[in-house]
């Protein structure tokens, strides 16, 4: 009990702490750095195609998390969705999505490793993110599709759900998470991870939209050149 205790009530909020602590600090010291990195100048074939795939099939994913996990099932039952087809439908496009999520992380890792500018632009913390990223999905998929379609089923929504809304609502319940199936506790614990990597790693860059590229003034490159750095300066734009 002592372990339950810890991995399903203090880790959680150590988690949030952490979280939420990480990416106020990076805000306040690292504004510059509050970036994708992107590695478009040096690849954009797979990216194309990697990009999309990942962050898409990641957007209905995790819409599928918020409505499985913090949507009680007495909802959907009020709303008239039968269990049955609840079930079928988080399956088919859980499953679906997830798919989409790992082939297109799948295309992004085969590029970073195999394009030798884009390996050379990865950092230590990517080295750290992106195989734990990978767990969290596998481990996803392994729980949809293993335990909960191939292995007759798991009703999540009677367990995981309302644990995850005891923490968020401050009243943990460590004893609802003792009986969930291997693959559905080892992915929790690895959201855990990825969350507490989150705000030192570029998947801050999810956190926020850069509005402002539609309306920032043109970013002025000064010549290094002396001769021409010498040169005065044009008065506003000259249009060359
Ligand atoms: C503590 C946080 C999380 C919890 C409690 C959680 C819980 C779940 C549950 C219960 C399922 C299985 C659904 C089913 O059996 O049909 C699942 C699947 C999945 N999860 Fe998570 N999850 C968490 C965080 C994440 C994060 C951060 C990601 C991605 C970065 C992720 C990616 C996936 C994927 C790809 C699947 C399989 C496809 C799907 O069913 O949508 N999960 N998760």
Do not use: C, K
């Not at 614990?189 to 956190?207: G, I, Q, Y």
């Amino acid at each position: 009990m002592t372990l339950d205790l810890l991995l399903w009530a203090v880790l959680p909020y150590v988690t949030i702490t952490v979280f939420v602590g990480g990416i106020a600090w990076r805000y306040r010291h690292d504004r510059f750095g509050w970036t994708t990195r992107s590695s478009q100048l040096h690849e954009s074939r797979l990216l194309r195609i990697g990009g999309p795939l990942f962050h898409v099939g990641l957007l209905f994913v995790l819409a599928g998390h918020v409505g499985g996990l913090l949507v009680p099932a007495s909802v959907t039952r009020w709303l008239g969705v039968r269990d049955e087809l609840y079930h079928l439908v988080s399956l088919g496009a859980g499953g679906l999505a997830g798919l989409a999520t790992l082939v297109g992380l799948g295309v992004l890792l085969h590029r970073r490793w195999r394009t030798p500018a884009v390996r050379a632009a990865t950092s230590r913390d990517d080295r750290l993110t992106y195989p734990v990223l990978a767990a969290v999905l596998l481990l996803g998929m392994a729980a949809t599709v293993l335990t909960n379609g191939v292995g007759g089923g798991y009703d999540y929504r009677s367990t995981i759900s309302p644990w995850v809304r005891g923490i968020l609502l401050l009243h943990p319940d460590p004893a609802l998470m003792r009986d969930v199936p291997l693959p559905y506790r080892l992915h929790a614990l690895a959201a855990m991870a990825l969350f507490v990597l989150w705000p030192f790693s570029r998947l801050v860059h999810a956190l926020t939209v850069p509005l402002h590229y539609l309306v920032r003034p043109y970013i002025v490159y000064r010549s290094r050149d002396e001769r021409l750095a010498a040169r005065p300066a044009p008065r506003g734009w000259d249009g060359r």
